[in-house]
């Protein structure tokens, strides 16, 4: 059955990076049907979109946020990673991973598969 | 960025009601929309895919419909389980963009 699950620090100082990890169960992150994604919402607001891997390590990111952004990939463990440099408040958020398929080329896909999310707060 | 718009923010339905959400695109975004829907405190959970078709193990109450800018997502018979925020995302074109969702509150 497939997993996905984030981890990482739920507190990071302003200016800091933030970092997590979504490890992968139940299929191989190799697999060349998916690409493999992070989104973020804030409290009480909608969704974003920040940016997907897929297995070879080819990457799309959110424009809005390209230049602060870095999603790598590690395949011996499972396992993709997010990291978010020169972080404000405005960053406060719950971070999913997500699975994404494409169903038809360059445009067409979903997220069918979600971590449970993880709350990271920006404070010092 | 295309611009996700749904209508209503909430709204209040009773338990056997029918409710449709909109969505609409800011330009045509083809058939390329999903739908999902999210319970407080949970991960959203994708319920329709390119507009029409219906995720395997989603229920048939559920159905979406629409193409180009205007789109649709019915619930017949709404159910106690179907009280929960939906949002609309477009997957026509980078970034993708969801809209800001709507909550549907028992009445």
């Known amino acids: 059955q497939l997993q996905l699950q984030e981890s990482g620090p739920g507190l990071v100082k302003p200016s800091e990076a933030l970092s997590l990890t979504c490890t992968v169960s139940g299929v191989s992150i190799n697999n060349n049907n998916f690409y493999w994604g992070w989104i973020r919402q804030p409290p009480g607001k909608g969704l974003e979109w920040i940016g997907i891997?897929?297995?070879?390590?080819?990457?799309?990111?959110n424009p809005s946020l390209k230049s602060r952004v870095t999603i790598s990939v590690d395949t011996s463990k499972n396992q993709f990673s997010l990291k978010l440099s020169s972080v404000t408040a405005a960053d406060t958020a719950v971070y999913y991973c997500a699975r994404r398929k494409y169903y038809d080329f360059g445009s067409g896909f979903y997220d069918d598969s979600w971590g449970q999310g993880a709350l990271v707060i920006v404070s010092s | 960025d295309i611009q996700m718009t749904q209508s209503p923010s909430s709204l209040s339905a009773y338990v056997g009601d029918r409710v449709t959400i909109t969505c609409r695109a800011s330009q045509t975004i083809n058939s390329y929309l999903n739908w999902y829907q999210q319970k407080p405190g949970k991960a959203p959970k994708l319920l329709v895919y390119g507009a029409s078709s219906l995720q395997s193990g989603v229920p048939s109450r559920f159905s979406g419909s629409g193409s180009g800018t205007d789109f649709t997502l019915t619930i017949s018979n709404l159910q106690p389980a179907d009280f929960a925020t939906y949002y609309c995302?477009?997957?026509?074109?980078?970034?993708?963009?969801f809209g800001q969702g709507t909550k549907v509150e028992i009445k």
């Open positions: 995302q477009q997957s026509y074109s980078a970034p993708d963009t």
């Open positions: 891997i897929y297995y070879s390590g080819s990457t799309y990111y």
